[in-house]
């Protein structure tokens, strides 16, 4: 167990390692260079120099990632070229914002998933299941801005029950919050179901057919029992595998959402970006939301490695 | 993006078509066949202003969009689009991945850790952060598109060729072929790809919905495929105003041509996988 755990962390920290080279390469070769759109057309080729020498610029590409990794570990990622407001002051807001909204998404489709998961694995191929199942096919096939569309045309244009455009959320009044907010919840809810349902009822389909619950069932354990205190338990490493592979997942599905909504988050603080140019915001951005994935996705591997009885060690 | 899930198997002797299938089959008839038509049967041209903005009329099947160009017929047009950068980005994701994957099936050893290490890395990324940050790098244009989403699919493919490869390899035929002493790529080409083509054809369809729907996905966020041009993805990105107007019909109906055409992909390949192929075993599958 110990060597499959240090391989998932090694793999883990190379992978952010990677992300961090790729991170900073890609700005690095996005055409003009920080100095010249700093300074606009009309600057002259001394002040660029100048500014080039100032930002370090004119030193050799190794160099400045070595630095640019200092700073940004300190979480320091500058200045941002379209507002002069250091990067770190842009983030905090915007990122209260997405992992409020993703908190909310979580805090409904987790127990939502798993009470599904268990509802279909306790009675398998019944009509509930099969509803369920019929149901997750579908959605999988759609990504969340089809799902936000179908939603906001129905629940916010020809309901309009839910604001279809969120551009300040009114964090003073929490019921008003979570009010303009439930369309992208709804959206995110039903984008992380189907894969998260499948894989409870999966998982514990598994552990349902394993000896130890026959054994239980023999003993005469009423099934309520069976699943709540023998299949879930051991079901638990998986399923939580999945939910967190499914936070990593909601932080990508969370860029799109924020979009279609005009949900002042960070998503949509990076698509800006790029549209702007503002390479530093890009860099901070895309850097949160790799590593938040990259971690998520440690983690979830990890639960596996951890919680599965059949890798733990020996007694005796 | 959303991810497919591995499908379902079935009774593996049912040959015959069933209807979901048969549906599915349709829809995929119908998209082709307006990908291949495209605009020579819309009813206007599609970049043309035709109407007055988000023009509601019986003359427009799905109203003007916000320049007043006829969306139904750019939704028509855009079907080209869509469809040739999804099925470029997953053929090239197969040439990669699963020529990667097979070759190091069959090397084993030093080499196959080394593209397990390296096919992990790959797989740790947040495909959507990579693709931003490609298109973003490069500016987006249609090969640009293809290749950043090739590479996506690339390590995924890799991953289940390797594991397909792997079990056919081991298989007494394979085994009486090596003895024999025939060269490797006799026996990668001819005993170990033969068997390997129904699963990857499964795979093939799981990676084409894959593609249909981040190529949308990138051009909902504006970082696709890049005005005039649009396909389905643009379209509801442009028509997000309509929206706000009161009028849905124009954003919904790209919306949901992504969603049936990925659906109807997807019971076309839940049907090919229920069909079994006689010579894998059926835990491979």
New interface residues.
């Given amino acids: 167990m110990t060597g499959m755990l240090l391989r998932r962390l090694v793999l883990a920290v190379l992978t952010l390692l990677a992300t961090s080279v790729l991170v900073f390469a890609a700005t690095e070769i996005l055409p003009g260079d920080v100095a010249e759109a700093m300074l606009g057309q009309l600057a002259t080729k001394e002040s660029v120099e100048a500014l080039r020498e100032r930002l370090h610029l004119d030193r050799p590409a190794p160099e400045r990632y070595a630095r640019w990794l200092a700073h940004a570990v300190e979480g320091d990622f500058g200045k941002s070229l379209t507002s002069e407001v250091e990067v770190s002051q842009l983030l905090l807001p915007r990122l209260r914002n997405t992992l409020l909204l993703a908190l909310y998404a979580a805090a409904v489709a987790v127990p939502l998933a798993m009470a599904l998961g268990l509802f279909s694995a306790a009675w398998p191929y019944r009509w509930f299941d099969r509803l369920v199942s019929s149901a997750t096919v579908f959605l999988v096939s759609m990504p969340e801005f089809v799902i936000a569309i179908i939603l906001a045309s129905f629940l916010a244009v020809e309901w309009k029950l839910f604001p279809a455009v969120i551009y300040r959320p009114q964090w003073d009044r929490i019921d008003r919050a979570l009010l303009q907010m439930f369309l992208p919840m709804l959206t995110l809810v039903l984008a992380l179901l189907a894969h998260m349902v499948r894989m409870t009822r999966a998982t514990v389909i598994d552990t349902l057919s394993s000896p130890y619950v026959e054994m239980a069932l023999l003993k005469g354990a009423s099934k309520r029992r069976i699943i709540l205190r023998h299949a879930l338990p051991n079901a638990i490493g998986p399923i939580l595998s999945v939910i967190a592979l499914n936070m990593g997942y909601l932080f990508s599905g969370v860029v799109i959402v924020e979009v279609a909504f005009s949900y002042p988050g960070l998503g949509r603080l990076l698509i800006d970006a790029i549209f702007y140019r503002d390479i530093p915001v890009v860099q901070a951005t895309t850097a949160i939301f790799c590593v938040a994935y990259v971690l998520l996705n440690a983690f979830a591997d990890i639960c596996l490695i951890v919680l599965n009885p059949r890798l733990r060690p020996q007694a005796g | ?5 591995a499908a379902g198997r079935g009774d593996p002797t049912t040959r015959r078509i069933d209807a979901a299938a048969a549906v599915g089959a349709a829809i995929v008839a119908i998209a082709v066949i307006a990908a291949v038509l495209g605009p020579s049967i819309v009813p206007y041209a599609p970049r043309q202003i035709v109407g007055t903005p988000y023009q509601q009329s019986n003359q427009f099947l799905l109203g003007a969009d916000v320049l007043g160009r006829d969306v139904f017929s750019r939704l028509i047009a855009g079907t080209r689009l869509t469809l040739v950068t999804a099925l470029g980005a997953t053929c090239l994701g197969f040439l990669l991945g699963a020529g990667f994957g097979m070759i190091v099936a069959m090397v084993r050893g030093f080499w196959d850790d080394a593209a397990t ?1 390296l096919v ?2 790959l797989l ?7 693709s ?3 298109v ?4 987006s244009n249609l090969y640009v598109l293809i290749a950043t989403i090739g590479l996506i699919q690339a390590p995924r493919v890799a991953r289940v060729s390797r594991t397909v490869a792997l079990g056919i390899a081991a298989m007494p035929f394979v085994e009486a072929s090596r003895a024999r002493g025939e060269r490797a790529i006799s026996l990668l080409w001819r005993d170990v790809l033969p068997n390997c083509l129904q699963p990857l054809f499964v795979e093939f369809g799981l990676r084409l ?1 894959y593609s249909i ?1 981040f190529i ?2 990138l051009s ?4 696709g495929i890049q005005p005039p041009d649009a396909d389905w ?1 643009s379209l ?1 990105r442009e028509n ?1 105003g309509a ?2 107007v ?3 019909a124009a ?2 109906a790209p ?2 041509a ?2 049936v055409l ?2 109807a992909i ?1 019971l076309l390949v ?1 049907w090919m996988s229920r069909q079994s192929s006689p010579a894998i075993p059926e835990e491979l599958l």
Avoid: C, E, Q
């Fill in positions: 993006m959303t991810r497919p899930l290490w992990d890395v740790s990324f947040p495909p959507l952060m990579l931003l940050l490609i973003s790098a490069l500016s919905t729907l949308s996905g909902f966020l504006g970082l993805g509801v997000l929206l706000v009161g009028t849905y954003a919904l919306a949901l992504i969603a990925s659906v997807n839940d």
